[in-house]
């Protein structure tokens, strides 16, 4: 039973241990994804979100960056998201929605 009670605490430390860890280190940022994504647009984000994410290639990150052109009226806005390989930092998809 105690054998039973320490590996269920020790996978329990594991696991919260691995909740709480960055992104693997041979991948980008969350940071350098926003980067790489700001860069593929041509307004000034207001709002930006970054999810880390996978897809069938591997781990993405996907940043939604939402924000207006410059002369654009009140109540009209831009949205891109931009989904990013998050091992290499390659622009996979921009979308506008």
């Given amino acids: 039973m105690a054998v039973r009670r320490f590996a269920f605490i020790a996978l ?3 696991a919260s241990l691995a909740a ?3 992104p693997p280190r041979d991948e980008i940022s969350r940071e350098r994804a926003i980067t790489i994504a700001r860069s593929q647009v041509s307004f000034t984000p207001d709002s930006v979100d970054a999810q880390r994410s996978t897809s069938p290639d591997g781990p993405i990150w996907r940043v939604t960056l939402l924000g207006r052109l410059p002369g654009q009226p009140p109540g009209l806005f831009e949205t891109a ?3 990013i390989d998050a091992r290499t ?3 996979i998809s921009i979308a506008r929605p």
Avoid: P, Q
């Fill in 89 to 91: 930092g390659r622009v």
């Fill in 81 to 83: 998201v931009v989904e």
């Fill in 20 to 22: 709480t860890c960055g």
């Fill in 12 to 14: 329990a430390v594991v």
